[in-house]
């Protein structure tokens, strides 16, 4: 399966905000409404942040929000704070022959 | 709370099977969907499978279809991964997570996930 492209590593001061980009194909992003974004720290199970491209779990801060645009979905991170140090992983619904793909992680530092 | 507690790490020799048991609490088991993944050092997530717990019916990862097999104890509200022929690429930690039922179906995210089971295959 081809995984979704997300950068490696993203970086921002506290406060600030920073964008996580997931870029797809028509046959997974881009076709359909099922994108979702995980936080990981190490060692720890994968936590879900956004749903359905944009709707957010009850419990998850308001400082996480997501979008879509064509074949990339985005995660914002809105007045980061220390703990937003973690990895960040998106996953789509496909039509193909895997229906979920993965991205391959993006390592957000608080400075 | 929804909560999925898996087995303990495991080693095993090239060849070998293992079996991951994902126990679920909080909900009606048969409920949810139980989806399988894995992430192998270093590596993203990489999506495996499902079982519906209600009817057994099972869906696999094209590469992974030969290998694995998922099944459920509903009586104990838990679910099994086994994989078999176990090489060293398999090295990874293994997670089950649900996949609740919506208004148009079944959920195409997955919240809560297990705590992970590290499998490590070294001869």
């Known amino acids: 399966q081809s995984a979704l492209t997300q950068p490696a590593s993203v970086s921002g001061s506290p406060g600030q905000s920073i964008t996580i980009s997931c870029t797809g194909t028509?046959?997974?992003?881009?076709?359909?409404?099922?994108v979702s974004w995980y936080q990981q720290y190490p060692g720890k199970a994968p936590k879900l942040l956004i749903y359905?491209?944009?709707n957010r779990p009850s419990g998850v801060s308001d400082r996480f929000s997501g979008s879509k645009s064509g074949i990339t979905a985005s995660l914002t991170i809105s007045g980061l704070q220390a703990e937003d140090e973690a990895e960040y992983f998106c996953c789509s619904y496909s039509d193909t022959n895997t229906p979920y793909v993965f991205g391959l992680g993006t390592k957000v530092t608080v400075l | 709370q929804v909560q999925l507690v898996q087995s303990g790490a495991e080693v095993k020799r090239p060849g070998a099977s293992v079996e991951v048991s994902c126990e679920a609490s909080?909900?009606?088991?048969?409920?949810?969907?139980i989806h399988w993944f894995r992430q192998a050092p270093g590596q993203g997530l990489e999506w495996m499978g499902w079982?519906?717990?209600?009817?057994?019916?099972?869906y696999f990862a094209q590469s992974l279809q030969d290998r694995v097999t998922l099944t459920r104890d509903t009586s104990i509200s838990t679910a099994y991964m086994e994989l078999r022929s176990l090489r060293s690429d398999d090295t990874a930690i293994y997670f089950c997570?649900?996949?609740?039922?919506?208004?148009?179906?079944?959920?195409?995210?997955?919240?809560?996930w297990g705590q992970g089971t590290p499998v490590t295959v070294s001869s």
């Open positions: 997570a649900i996949a609740p039922p919506t208004d148009v179906g079944v959920a195409n995210w997955f919240d809560p």
């Open positions: 909080g909900h009606r088991f048969s409920g949810y969907y």
């Open positions: 028509r046959s997974d992003v881009g076709d359909w409404e099922d």
């Open positions: 079982i519906n717990p209600a009817s057994g019916a099972t």
């Open positions: 359905d491209v944009t």
